[in-house]
């Protein structure tokens, strides 16, 4: 079945089942109610506390064949996910699903519990590191579902992913379960992305190593949402978990395209009071951050909200009053942590409120301005987010999907050539963000802008930018790089990617390793 | 049918159905899943702005049978619910269901509105004024179910109680549909009641006097709940909204009560180090705040939260750090407005947090001490606090089972005689707050304890208070008064009092007017 955007994807794959197709970025509608999760009790003075996870796993009686989640706030910190599957494969069960929100390089230990059989499949907004070359050479018995950061908790909400057991790795609690992230050795600032898992999961666990006097305050999650709470020595290593100061860039390229995206979010019209906008953590995006917030100061606009993952960067720009309040479903540096515990304009939200379509309204939704990446963009402004351009996972959908299509206008930002290969491509290797969805793309050598937007086009022309036929981009970097070899993936599908409203965009097939 | 509590309750009540009989305080556990609401989508940019209710209810196509909620936080100064009823009725609507969290006095034009069958039931969690006699007097078609303020959220996510149309009050909102009630003309802190029809009503619809800038932070309820704004001139009086100074009682019966509710306290062994205390605002109740306070501070004890509807008693007894934190689901006066809305340590919590027993964990169940009143107590210490001795709806059961039910202490303050009749009965008229769930009786006349708690009792007479048998109390109050004339009530069910748990406790038949 070739699908809306061209690309084939079969109407059933075995490890999944039957596949809903994507009819476009605004198509699919919900259906239905949603999922009900079991009605809990707690009686007065029941104790939640388990003093290991051995214990945890035995109380409760987890057993083979059940989904277990987490989320990757902790990044490539993280040790919550090693020990909860270590625990698993020691108990002997097997068959478990395993969604977590992002894997990095830290979870590589993954691999051999999937050679095992303890880990059978797995759903993600992204992987990084050994797993993802894993993963790509066809390590999982079914195939992974790459989801959005919005797509989560709308799948959540559905019942398409059903939780048997939540972990959520709490930087600090109290044994009623009241959770934070905002304090203790290993603090990772918001939780947003564990929200759903408590609001839906059969069995919420926090696992901590701060454990603190009952009761935590303020708490991002509650313990009217927390059945169970597990105390650990650490959590990770802190220095993987947040970083220190996330930098811009010094990359004379990467500052051309910074500078000329800051221009053309200037050119759009939409730089004035009440500006909303969300950038990536990267250092060309902090940097087109930095370009903006100079904009910003020159013509006095002041912005109502950024949002995203937040970085120090972010922060700077609230203080100094540039926006009234940051939006945060992940906090990437220290300095971010420590605003959003102190500073009451910048707010911890959920993945629901961020980025899920089928809600009442999420925050994407009212975004002037977006800067994302792509590791390839084809002519029809397909991005690809997940796959290089060998076809081996390597990247995240994340918020991709989500941003570009509630924002009022989408930026992408890329230099021409990655690894000497073109980033502008007749078609994308695996579409993770559709064409209809994002507006313009930011090169080095100028930007080009989506036909289905001549409004953007002819205030970027009468601005003085340099404005290029995105066909025009793509031969530039075929004449710097060569056209390169046409690769065919014809592999097993080792991936689902799924739009944000549930829909199947497009597959991913064995490469490389 | 004859049930735990040697109720009569039928089996089955005309207008309500089939009866689920109460079978003691925590042997009811919950069944099966929670309900899924319809699953809701927002586009980019699409509007959820009416300018007036009657728009709204053309726009949503609301029609005759539906389930109207409301919530109560706007108390005897809140024109929304007589604003949407005489809506509803213009436009020619009947047969419509009302959740109301509470009725007071300022909500007597629904009266009207039962009598020309626009309104035909409703839930409650207490009903004050003329609004209490005419149901006393059987004007409703329907009996009304008196609800629990944990049993509201419990029959939200169990879907006995489904709402079609959640109307939230909003003192400010934006027109995305993020909320507060910290701010504004009609400014009544806490939307605690509120934040479970957020979640499970088809419709979310916020009316609000205050409509500021995108966005509004910090938000109580957020966008992604919120499907509809209207903006009206005026959500009521504020006045009638929050008191000014809620006071201590200067009555010195009321004064003698607090004293001793206090000492019981002390001697208890409760009042150390992480104590936790709820109370009610009346004058006796926070005269014995009052007591307690001195002892926390005579004796360096530092509590840790206080609960429930808060004072600004409560907030200076924050202020001062006799507790760390205080849980605020309904703010009773202007200091609690304000202080919720500038101490991190002063939190909204919802009323599933509050109270709801099926949950993961309720805050009433880690409770050390709790004061509340009573209109009747009967010697196996059942507490009635719907109606009078003359059997009339005057009253609330509010937070009384479910704190009562959480708490480690649960003291009834209550003058032995109430309109010269006497307050400790043979059997309540109604009852609404099981005696197993009942420690200890405190009049000026001395306090009497639960005989299944009979280390409390050693405790006290240790602590040189005077202690009395129950029945002792009862003959004394008679010899005062006279034996009251036993009522007996035969006329139809105008009432169902629900446990928390769902079940039936109790009924009340037709009385007075």
């Known amino acids: 079945m070739i699908n809306y955007l061209g690309r084939d994807v079969p109407d059933y794959v075995e490890g999944y089942g039957k596949v809903k197709h994507y009819l476009g970025a605004f198509k699919t509608v919900p259906e239905g109610t949603a999922y009900g999760p079991p009605i809990k009790a707690a009686s007065p003075r029941r104790s939640k506390f388990y003093p290991n996870l051995t214990d945890l796993f035995k109380g409760l009686g987890l057993k083979s064949g059940m989904t277990f989640s987490f989320h990757h706030h902790l990044r490539n910190g993280d040790q919550v996910v090693n020990m909860v599957l270590d625990t698993a494969a020691k108990l002997g069960l097997n068959d478990l699903a395993v969604s977590l929100t992002a894997a990095f390089p830290t979870h590589a230990p993954m691999i051999g519990h999937i050679k095992s059989g303890v880990v059978t499949s797995l759903r993600t907004s992204g992987v990084y590191g050994p797993l993802a070359a894993a993963i790509s050479g066809g390590v999982l018995p079914k195939p992974v579902i790459f989801h959005s950061h919005g797509g989560r908790?709308?799948?959540?909400?559905?019942?398409?992913?059903?939780?048997?057991?939540?972990?959520?790795?709490?930087?600090?609690?109290?044994?009623?379960?009241?959770?934070?992230?905002?304090?203790?050795?290993?603090?990772?600032?918001?939780?947003?992305?564990?929200?759903?898992?408590?609001?839906?999961?059969?069995?919420?666990?926090?696992?901590?190593?701060?454990?603190?006097?009952?009761?935590?305050?303020?708490?991002?999650?509650?313990?009217?949402?927390?059945?169970?709470?597990?105390?650990?020595?650490?959590?990770?290593?802190?220095?993987?978990?947040?970083?220190?100061?996330?930098?811009?860039?010094?990359?004379?390229?990467?500052?051309?395209?910074?500078?000329?995206?800051?221009?053309?979010?200037?050119?759009?019209?939409?730089?004035?009071?009440?500006?909303?906008?969300?950038?990536?953590?990267?250092?060309?995006?902090?940097?087109?951050?930095?370009?903006?917030?100079?904009?910003?100061?020159?013509?006095?606009?002041?912005?109502?909200?950024?949002?995203?993952?937040?970085?120090?960067?972010?922060?700077?720009?609230?203080?100094?009053?540039?926006f009234g309040n940051l939006y945060d479903v992940q906090s990437f540096d220290l300095e971010s942590v420590r605003s959003m515990s102190r500073n009451p304009n910048h707010v911890e939200v959920s993945a629901d409120l961020y980025a899920n379509p089928f809600n009442s309204g999420c925050l994407v939704n009212d975004l002037d301005a977006v800067i994302l990446g792509a590791t390839e963009i084809d002519i029809d402004f397909n991005v690809n987010a997940i796959t290089g351009s060998d076809g081996v996972l390597m990247g995240a959908a994340g918020g991709h999907p989500d941003t570009a299509a509630g924002a009022k206008m989408t930026v992408i930002v890329a230099t021409l050539l990655r690894s000497r290969l073109p980033i502008v491509v007749d078609r994308v290797i695996t579409a993770t963000t559709p064409g209809e969805t994002v507006d313009v793309l930011?090169?080095?050598?100028?930007?080009?802008?989506?036909?289905?937007?001549?409004?953007?086009?002819?205030?970027?022309?009468?601005?003085?930018?340099?404005?290029?036929?995105?066909?025009?981009?793509?031969?530039?970097?075929?004449?710097?790089?060569?056209?390169?070899?046409?690769?065919?993936?014809?592999?097993?599908?080792?991936?689902l990617v799924e739009y944000r409203d549930g829909t199947i965009i497009d597959t991913v097939r064995a490469a490389g390793q």
């Open 153 to 322: 908790p709308r799948s959540l909400k559905s019942g398409e992913l059903k939780v048997d057991v939540a972990i959520i790795a709490a930087p600090t609690a109290d044994d009623r379960g009241n959770l934070s992230g905002a304090v203790g050795k290993s603090a990772c600032g918001s939780l947003g992305y564990a929200f759903g898992d408590a609001d839906h999961a059969t069995h919420v666990v926090a696992v901590t190593d701060n454990l603190v006097d009952y009761p935590l305050l303020p708490a991002s999650i509650g313990q009217n949402k927390v059945d169970h709470v597990v105390l650990v020595e650490s959590l990770g290593d802190p220095q993987g978990i947040v970083s220190g100061t996330t930098k811009v860039t010094k990359d004379p390229v990467g500052l051309v395209i910074a500078d000329l995206a800051a221009k053309a979010i200037k050119a759009s019209g939409l730089l004035k009071n009440g500006f909303s906008f969300q950038t990536g953590a990267g250092g060309a995006s902090l940097a087109a951050a930095h370009y903006v917030g100079q904009m910003m100061r020159e013509a006095k606009v002041k912005g109502s909200f950024a949002l995203g993952g937040i970085t120090g960067y972010m922060v700077d720009m609230l203080e100094e009053g540039l």
């Open 442 to 495: 930011v090169t080095e050598y100028g930007l080009a802008v989506n036909p289905s937007r001549p409004d953007l086009k002819d205030r970027f022309v009468k601005a003085g930018l340099t404005v290029k036929d995105i066909h025009e981009l793509k031969r530039l970097a075929e004449d710097l790089a060569g056209v390169p070899e046409k690769l065919t993936f014809d592999g097993p599908i080792v991936a």
